[in-house]
């Protein structure tokens, strides 16, 4: 694992952002596996910074996210598809078709998750996969104890990432109880991972995850060991413990 240190938040997203743009100028047509959460929210921010200064195209990008929750339409602005929209497909030239996000509301979840890995098989793979970590170390929403087989599939969300994601909720009783997650499978299989962390609550699981050599699906992010390219950005505050 190539680790990046940052000074802080800030030059983790500029740092996080250039890697990006420097991956989508030497492959224009690459397929970028996306992520949400709080973390990544300064990386699209310098991405559309970019954009408007340079111009860095995204015509010939197409995308794919990580995960959805269950039951939230996308007008509901913490869908993940609103997060998207809002945070960066709106702000850039990336085609409205070429963005996916997996269906949240659709009837037969388990279909949209055959569905969903056939698109992503379709698009010939994922290239560069951006990831957050949660306090646990779940990687897209595959919690501990999740199957590093699986590919896409509907995860039962446990009350800390509930909690976690609470802050964006009016109470704790809406963040939904389900979502739908690309596997640590489908994960492993993109050819490079950008793994970003930020803050102190991060530090102990970035600890486990460059400290200790033990891949355990206890702790999801562990599966990453075994990946061949896999880059860490992340700031001082999420390496005092590493
Ligand atoms: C959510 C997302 C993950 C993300 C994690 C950490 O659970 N599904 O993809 O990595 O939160 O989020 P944050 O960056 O807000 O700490």
């Keep these: 694992m190539n680790i990046i240190p940052a000074e802080n938040y800030n030059d983790l997203s500029q740092k996080a952002a250039k890697f990006i743009i420097e991956f989508v100028q030497s492959k224009p047509d690459a397929v970028l596996g996306l992520?949400?959460?709080?973390?990544?929210?300064?990386?699209?921010?310098y991405m559309v910074e970019d954009f408007n200064h340079n111009k860095t195209s995204y015509q010939n990008v197409r995308t794919v996210n990580?995960?959805?929750?269950?039951?939230?339409?996308?007008?509901?602005?913490?869908?993940?598809?609103?997060?998207?929209?809002?945070?960066?497909?709106?702000?850039?030239d990336v085609?409205?078709?070429?963005?996916?996000?997996?269906?949240g509301m659709a009837e037969d979840l388990d279909a949209e998750c055959k569905r969903y890995d056939q698109l992503i098989s379709s698009l010939g793979g994922?290239?560069?996969?951006?990831?957050?970590?949660?306090?646990?170390g779940h990687i897209g929403f595959n919690e501990p104890g999740t199957s590093f087989e699986k590919r896409t599939h509907t995860v039962e969300l446990t009350?800390?990432?509930?909690?976690?994601?609470?802050?964006?909720?009016?109470?704790?009783?809406?963040?939904p109880t389900h979502a739908l997650t690309m596997g640590i499978k489908a994960i492993m299989e993109s050819r490079q991972i950008l793994?970003?962390?930020?803050?102190?609550?991060k530090a102990e699981a970035m600890r486990r995850l460059i400290k200790e050599e033990n891949i355990s699906e206890d702790f999801p992010a562990s599966s990453l060991?075994?990946?061949?390219?896999?880059?860490?950005?992340?700031?001082?505050e999420a390496l005092s413990l590493a």
Excluded: W
């Design 35 to 45: 992520a949400t959460g709080g973390t990544p929210e300064g990386t699209y921010k």
């Design 66 to 92: 990580l995960d959805e929750y269950v039951g939230l339409p996308v007008e509901n602005p913490n869908s993940y598809h609103a997060y998207m929209y809002n945070h960066l497909f709106k702000h850039i």
């Design 95 to 103: 085609p409205e078709g070429g963005c996916h996000i997996p269906n």
């Design 126 to 136: 994922v290239d560069l996969q951006l990831l957050g970590i949660g306090h646990n």
């Design 159 to 175: 009350r800390t990432t509930r909690r976690a994601n609470a802050r964006y909720f009016d109470s704790l009783d809406e963040v």
């Design 195 to 201: 793994l970003i962390a930020s803050g102190k609550d």
């Design 225 to 236: 060991q075994a990946h061949s390219h896999v880059t860490i950005i992340a700031d001082r």
